[in-house]
């Protein structure tokens, strides 16, 4: 047996100054989503999540709260945990950069930047917006009204000068032009890559990398009296989650990655900042960064003061966990900004999952159940219209896996949907239950394709939603290990007289009037 090819995916690690909002949450189902695709695909995925806690952020929430940063970091870490294991995400790691292991790799890789000629002692005079951990150059902030200066994402900044260690960014605007050049795929959706490109090309300026007003960071080798600047820390943790750097470590032989999944918000640390560091330590750079958009409460962006944050543990606890996975995937357009509301989200439950899915299984496999003495019915000759309905089916995972090379996880179950929907109009047209009188064995003959192109269905709509699939896959009688993508088309056809179990409903609708908290 060949050893199946490595693919290794993280999220972006999250700032634990509060906890978990649903942008968090649709973050971490999208990378799941896309982890177990490959997975069922036949690739080695290794999973990686976890938080960034350092940085002024922090530090400033803990003086608000009153609290020491290491306090508020555990507390919150924690309800970032939760949350991964609460959404069933399949991450083999979760990893907090305030772990031994990774002062450990961020400060190899600083040393190699250092060795490498590119890191420097100046000072930083210029703006800082504590809220994205961002510096910007005057021309990007503006002034408002309100007396306050802005950043572009439209956080206050203010005035930082002090004595800073500098990464030579400027020296890489070349390297970094050529590869976006080299490697269009580098950078996802095309619009972020277009703002990159653009971006690089207006001229690259050295990056303070260090900070000296405060030591909630990791010390800078060789002058303690600096924290490193926390993205530099913070990018780092993608390696140190595969052991670096120990190069020898089991692990490493993941790198470098094949996805890093993230937020609009942060291309540009992604994408121009951490190739940078990674061409200067002398690391692979990553094969893709895909940008995600924002997700809003009703069109609103959701703010704790507005009152509007929806919990994600309180929406997986009213609508069902692979409901609210199947709605953030199934709605938002991957790469897009996205709408999350109360009637949305019923209306994905009630239309696509009870009535289109989950009344299809119901139907068939009751029929199964009581007139073909609960074994799947003999497959006979089949019509065109069976052929046409098997042929779609069969035809779903090319278009998924196309659908997939660009994470357009939306289209990947559009095309799912796509084949729920035939077979309804299928078994409408081919009337079993008229069948079951006149002409017994052509009746079978629908139930089985039903079933399989269910089968078919149930397999795919695993990433998506790992729970629902699988119990559809277990009245099906699909053995565990006949349950991955090399099983769909022919090669898996559900057997003929297989008993199967008592069909039991796996998608109730959606009858209870009350919303979430924070829901409008
Ligand atoms: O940016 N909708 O952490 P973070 C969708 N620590 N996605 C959202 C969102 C929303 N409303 N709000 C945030 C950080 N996100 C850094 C990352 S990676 C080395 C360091 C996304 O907690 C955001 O875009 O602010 C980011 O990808 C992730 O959630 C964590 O955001």
Not at 415 to 424: F, L, M, Q, S
Request: aromatic residues 10%.
């Amino acid at each position: 047996m060949t050893a199946k090819p490595p693919f290794y995916i993280t999220t972006a690690i999250s700032y634990p100054n509060g906890a978990p909002h649903i942008g968090h949450a649709y973050e971490a189902i999208a990378t799941d989503a896309i982890a177990r695709f490959h997975r069922l695909d036949g690739r080695d995925v290794y999973f990686l999540t976890g938080t960034d806690e350092h940085g002024q952020k922090m530090l400033q929430t803990a003086r608000k709260e009153g609290i020491a940063v290491r306090e508020l970091a555990d507390r919150n870490a924690e309800r970032f945990r939760e949350m991964v294991a609460a959404l069933n995400c399949s991450n083999d790691d979760f990893i907090r950069t305030s772990e031994e292991r990774h002062y450990e790799a961020s400060q190899a890789i600083w040393t190699r930047m250092a060795d490498n000629g590119d890191i420097y002692k100046d000072s930083y005079n210029g703006w800082y917006s504590v809220r994205d951990e961002a510096y910007y150059q005057e021309s990007e902030t503006e002034l408002r009204d309100d007396g306050v200066r802005y950043g572009p994402q439209g956080t206050p900044v203010e005035w930082v000068e002090e004595e800073s260690y500098f990464f030579r960014l400027s020296d890489y605007q070349d390297k970094l032009l050529e590869h976006y050049e080299k490697h269009p795929e580098f950078i996802g959706p095309e619009e972020r890559r277009n703002e990159v490109v653009s971006f690089v090309k207006r001229g690259l300026r050295d990056l303070s990398v260090s900070r000296t007003t405060f030591d909630w960071g990791i010390p800078v080798p060789g002058d303690e009296k600096h924290v490193m600047y926390v993205w530099v820390d913070a990018l780092t943790n993608y390696i140190t989650g595969l052991g670096f750097p120990d190069e020898n470590a089991p692990n490493w032989r993941y790198w470098p990655a094949n996805l890093h999944v993230i937020g609009k918000d942060i291309v540009r640390f992604h994408t121009v900042y951490w190739p940078a560091f990674l061409m200067s330590a002398g690391i692979p750079v990553p094969e893709r960064v895909f940008a995600h958009g924002f997700l809003f409460n009703r069109g609103e962006k959701m703010s704790k003061s507005v009152g509007n944050v929806i919990d994600p543990f309180a929406l997986v606890g009213h609508y069902g966990l692979d409901q609210v996975r199947y709605f953030f995937l199934r709605e938002v357009p991957f790469g897009q900004d996205g709408n999350y509301s109360h009637d949305a989200i019923v209306n994905r439950i009630n239309a696509d999952l009870a009535n289109d899915l989950g009344n299809l299984a119901q139907r068939s496999l009751s029929m199964i159940a009581k007139n073909c003495g609960g074994a799947l019915p003999d497959c006979g000759e089949l019509s065109d219209a069976d052929t046409a309905m098997l042929e779609q089916a069969d035809a779903m995972l090319d278009a998924c896996r196309n659908a997939m090379k660009t994470q357009s996880v939306h289209q990947a179950l559009a095309t799912v949907w796509a084949c729920v929907a035939e077979a309804n109009r299928y078994f409408a047209a081919q009337e079993p239950w008229v069948l079951r009188k006149t002409d017994p064995a052509r009746m079978g003959t629908v139930l089985y394709v039903t079933a399989e192109v269910i089968r078919q269905i149930a397999i795919l709509a695993q990433p998506a939603m790992p729970e629902s699939s699988a119990r559809i896959l277990d009245i099906l009688a699909v053995p565990e290990d006949a349950r991955d993508f090399a099983n769909l088309g022919v090669e898996g056809r559900l057997e003929s007289g297989k008993d199967l179990p008592k069909p039991q409903p796996v998608f109730p609708r959606y009858v209870d009037e009350e919303k979430v908290e924070g829901e409008a």
